[in-house]
């Protein structure tokens, strides 16, 4: 007796379900917390603005999608080679602006079925949090890459708060003296920028290091990959460098 063969859509449901009990569960937060952040980050609170000025870059592996990140792509520690070495997800190809609006259209947990479902060269065991730009509604979806250790929705939140803010930044903006505004959209720095400037322009620091000179407070800002640093003395900017050398015109 000649079996008839299995339709396509089993066998392919059969693989994904193989890979995804093959595939670790990457996220600590409860089911129940991690729908419900989804449906407020999606709904009410879709409406954002970029907090910091960030690039636009590849998706390592995955072309449907753009990956959005105030960091150069040469300093990502998002995925690693087989040698343990950074990838670089790809050349910068625009720069958005601090205070662009944007819309969090998905959030998405790095479930085993998430992990299996996403492409290979990918950052798959993070969570992605989805947006699209008001300006440009039907391009591909830019990814904000978060850290796996968010086991708590305020923790998430938190974390997100760093990129995205649900208020618009234009009052901020419009604060800041004209040359230090503009270094800001360029994503630049210029000599003694506040610190709220300089972190919208670059991003937040992995590592802040503070230290006391007489009565001046010194804080020194790494980036991530430790290429860039800046240096403020009470909350100005007094020098920046990027591998060593001085980015201050």
Do not use: H
Request: aromatic share 8%; proline share 10%.
């Amino acid at each position: 007796m000649t079996l008839a063969p299995r339709p396509l859509f089993c066998l392919t449901f059969v693989l994904l379900a193989a890979l995804a009990a093959g595939c670790a569960n990457y996220t600590q937060m409860a089911p129940e917390s991690r729908a419900s952040l989804q449906r407020t980050l999606t709904g009410p609170d879709a409406e954002q603005y970029l907090r910091v000025s960030a690039n636009i870059t590849p998706f390592f592996g995955d072309r449907s999608k753009r990956l959005l990140t105030p960091y150069a792509p040469e300093d990502l520690r998002l995925l690693d080679d087989s040698g343990g070495k950074p990838i670089n997800p790809g050349e910068v190809e625009t720069t958005l602006p601090a205070g662009t609006k944007l819309r969090i259209t998905k959030v998405e947990f790095p479930t085993a079925w998430v992990v299996a479902e996403r492409v290979l060269y990918t950052p798959r065991t993070w969570p992605w949090v989805y947006l699209a730009r008001e300006d440009a509604p039907d391009g591909p979806p830019l990814i904000l890459v978060l850290p796996p250790n968010l086991d708590q929705p305020d923790n998430f939140r938190a974390e997100l708060e760093k990129y995205l803010s649900p208020q618009s930044l234009r009052a901020q903006l419009d604060a800041l003296a004209a040359p230090v505004r503009d270094a800001v959209l360029a994503k630049k720095l210029v000599n003694n920028m506040p610190a709220d400037a300089v972190r919208m322009a670059w991003g937040p620091p992995e590592v802040v290091r503070r230290s006391l000179e007489g009565t001046a407070k010194n804080e020194e800002w790494t980036y991530p990959g430790g290429r860039r640093k800046a240096f403020l003395t009470d909350g100005r900017l007094a020098r920046a460098e990027e591998a060593g050398a001085s980015v201050l015109p």
